[in-house]
């Protein structure tokens, strides 16, 4: 698992998905949970400005808990 830092696009284009999915995603919960990955939000000093970053380990994380295997035993 990595550090890297990825955009609302960035994450969109890797997942195939719409940016307003990703935006969706943050606003909606599913078991209490939000439905996607965990997000940071940067703050610029002496600047109103924000940005949303996904850590990739988290991205990793929250896709783990898609993978299911099957055991054809």
Same mark, same amino acid.
């Given at each position: 698992?990595?550090?890297?830092?990825? &955009?609302?696009?960035?994450?969109?284009?890797?997942? +195939?998905? *719409?940016?307003? /999915? @990703? !935006?969706?995603?943050? &606003?909606?919960?599913?078991?209490?949970?939000?439905? +996607?990955? *965990?997000?940071? /939000? @940067? !703050?610029?000093?002496?600047?109103?400005?924000?940005?949303?970053?996904?850590?990739?380990?988290?991205?990793?994380?929250?896709?783990?808990?898609?993978?299911?295997?099957?055991?054809?035993?």
């Amino acid at each position: 698992m990595t550090n890297e830092l990825l &955009t609302t696009d960035q994450l969109a284009l890797e997942l +195939g998905v *719409k940016t307003q /999915t @990703i !935006r969706v995603w943050r &606003t909606k919960t599913r078991k209490g949970k939000p439905m +996607g990955p *965990k997000w940071t /939000t @940067i !703050r610029k000093q002496n600047n109103h400005s924000k940005f949303i970053r996904y850590l990739r380990s988290d991205i990793e994380e929250w896709q783990s808990t898609f993978i299911t295997t099957e055991n054809n035993a």
